[in-house]
């Protein structure tokens, strides 16, 4: 099939086209999103990328329970965090986002099984923060297992309702419980969980994590609260955060993907899903940062974190075509 784009549209934004890198490319998993979600047509079918040598390297190192075990050594300074929790997200992130693995396949099954065994009474998931509260971890974990067809659930209902109840008063946005009472993260190894002082402002780092879950959910994604937390996060855009982690104003031209972090180009793939306008001035600033970063072959020249995917490059590509296609 012949796939063409109408090239009087965002791709005019550009000094060279960015769909160049991605067509030629012979990852199957990137051209059929790349056809999906660009073209908006394609002739590769999931179960065509399921089988992929990578995905089935990752099913194969599955452990029983539905978890992945962490490769590294254990930090011995905080005893108590759930490691093979943190690379079971971190697996299912890859199986998901690249490889659009859902929950008919039974590695994502067993996983959604393993992690609802850490869902606390109160709907948070308990355990890669050790004892501590982790909206970021719950609200990254969960968005995987809603794009992977769980939105009906019950229990993801459960650590939703559970983040719009852990808001700041202030400002609607959130931030971590033991950053709020002024702890380092020695309060990793604390047995008492810290409860959150919701009179302090809100972190952006957090904020822009949490944010993925909600606006993906639909029953969330119109929310009034939902979207005052948008504005909160494009307010930020180049600013240090309030909080100790990951504070500097370079932190938002680090990227990975799947997303890990808050940066200019997670931010920007939420609130064009949320139908900002791309007329809005921090969002113009960041595309105008975005596009001055392009080269003559189409690709950027990011910061790449976690940058062992020889395609990551192309998976930056991939999305912000797709943020471009949504903003304009």
């Keep these: 099939m012949h796939h063409t784009i109408d090239m009087n549209t965002w791709i ?8 160049t890198p991605l067509s030629n490319s012979s990852n199957l998993a990137i051209q059929y999103f790349y056809q999906k979600n660009i073209l908006g047509e394609t002739d590769i079918k999931l179960e065509d990328i399921w089988p992929l040598k990578e995905p089935q390297s990752i ?4 452990q029983e329970n539905g978890s992945w075990k962490y490769p590294g050594k254990h930090s011995s300074q905080w005893s108590r965090v759930d490691y093979d929790q943190y690379e079971t997200y971190l697996q299912i992130s890859y199986l998901v986002e690249k490889y659009g693995f859902t929950k008919e396949h039974s590695a994502i099954s067993k996983a959604f099984d393993f992690f609802i065994t850490h869902q606390d009474t109160v709907g948070d ?34 650590s939703l309702n559970w983040l719009i109840k852990s808001r700041q008063d202030d400002d609607g946005g959130w931030a971590l419980a033991f950053r709020t009472r002024g702890k380092n993260l020695g309060a990793l190894d604390e047995k008492k969980t810290i409860e959150l002082d919701t009179a302090k402002p809100f972190s952006h780092l957090i904020t822009g994590i949490v944010l993925r879950a909600l606006v993906l959910h639909p029953k969330f994604h119109n929310s009034a609260k939902v979207k005052q937390a948008c504005k909160l996060l ?13 504070i500097t104003i370079e932190c938002w031209t680090k990227f990975s993907f799947p997303f890990l972090q808050t940066d200019i180009l997670s931010s920007l793939d939420l609130l064009s899903g949320m139908g900002f306008s ?17 080269k003559e072959d189409g690709l950027f020249d990011m910061h790449l974190i976690r940058g062992a995917d020889k395609d990551l490059p192309l998976w930056i590509n991939l999305d912000i075509c797709r943020v471009y296609k949504r903003l304009f």
């Design 12 to 19: 005019q934004k550009f000094h060279f086209n960015p769909t």
């Design 59 to 62: 099913v194969r190192r599955q």
């Design 125 to 158: 998931i308990r355990g890669i923060y050790a004892n501590q509260y982790s909206p970021n971890y719950t609200a990254a974990i969960i968005k995987l297992f809603i794009k992977a067809g769980y939105h009906n659930d019950k229990r993801i209902d459960k």
């Design 234 to 246: 494009l307010g930020r855009f180049f600013k240090r955060d309030v909080y100790p982690d990951r």
């Design 278 to 294: 791309a007329d809005e001035e921090n969002i113009a600033d960041a595309l105008q940062w975005i596009e001055s970063r392009q």
